[in-house]
T-cell receptor, first 115, second 114 residues
Framework: SAVISQKPSRDICQRGTSLTIQCQVD?????MFWYRQQPGQSLTLIAT?????????ESGFVIDKFPISRPNLTFSTLTVSNMSPEDSSIYLC????????????FGSGTRLTVV | AQSVTQLGSHVSVSEGALVLLRCNYS??????LFWYVQYPNQGLQLLLK??????LVKGINGFEAEFKKSETSFHLTKPSAHMSDAAEYFC????????????FGSGTQLTVLP
């Protein structure tokens, strides 16, 4: 069963700056998913990150704003670039678990406040 | 478009009453379905899931859900609400074989009245 370590857990950032969020998984996984949860809202998929290829972004999300790296099968980063107060959200990474105890594991989330 | 719909963004029940939270999906193939709960300022906690097999699934904290293919539904129920059940509930689905991410419904805020 995959365990995800997500950092930082929270941050307060100035507008115009960038923040990089890291997710480390304790096992190799093919896909990692990045979600955003805006205040009082549900989770929205930002992108799917595969090792060795560019991330696939959902409608409304672009690489220049949310660049993603996936250097190996256990690690990924999401950067929130040129932040504005509208980017204040919780950002989560997630992986799909295998056949045994099938499901999804989520990181604990990064609570971002942009001031 | 494939989607997950939760009817009722807010549901209020009295303590001891039946809890019914509705979830419908739109998918070209039978999906894998999940219910999560989120308490204030906390992460997601899995309540239950349906992948294959028995269509009535039991989860934690006395919750259960039934997969009804003919109705494309996966409603969450609990016979008797407890004050501690007050939280946000999300229905989610892996909607098709090629897209392996979870798609979430908009969420239902459950309030339990004394």
């Amino acid at each position: 069963s995959a365990v995800i370590s997500q950092k930082p857990s929270r941050d307060i950032c100035q507008r115009g700056t960038s923040l990089t969020i890291q997710c480390q998984v304790d096992s190799q996984v093919t896909m990692m998913f990045w979600y955003r949860q805006q205040p009082g809202q549900s989770l929205t998929l930002i992108a799917t990150a595969n090792q060795g290829s560019e991330a696939t972004y959902e409608s409304g999300f672009v690489i220049d704003k949310f660049p993603i790296s996936r250097p190996n099968l256990t690690f990924s980063t999401l950067t929130v670039s040129n932040m504005s107060p509208e980017d204040s959200s919780i950002y989560l990474c997630s992986v799909e678990r295998g056949v045994e105890n099938y499901g999804y594991t989520f990181g604990s989330g990064t609570r971002l406040t942009v001031v | 478009a494939q989607s997950v719909t939760q009817l009722g963004s807010h549901v209020s029940v009295s303590e001891g009453a039946l809890v019914l939270l509705r979830c419908n999906y739109s998918s070209s193939v039978p999906p894998y379905l999940f219910w999560y709960v989120q308490y204030p300022n906390q992460g997601l906690q899995l309540l239950l899931k349906y992948t294959t097999g028995a269509t009535l699934v039991k989860g934690i904290n006395g919750f259960e859900a039934e997969f009804k293919k003919s109705e494309t539904s996966f409603h969450l129920t609990k016979p008797s609400a407890h004050m501690s059940d007050a939280a946000e509930y999300f229905c989610a689905a892996r909607l098709s074989g090629s897209a392996r991410q979870l798609t979430f419904g908009s969420g239902t805020q459950l309030t339990v009245l004394p």
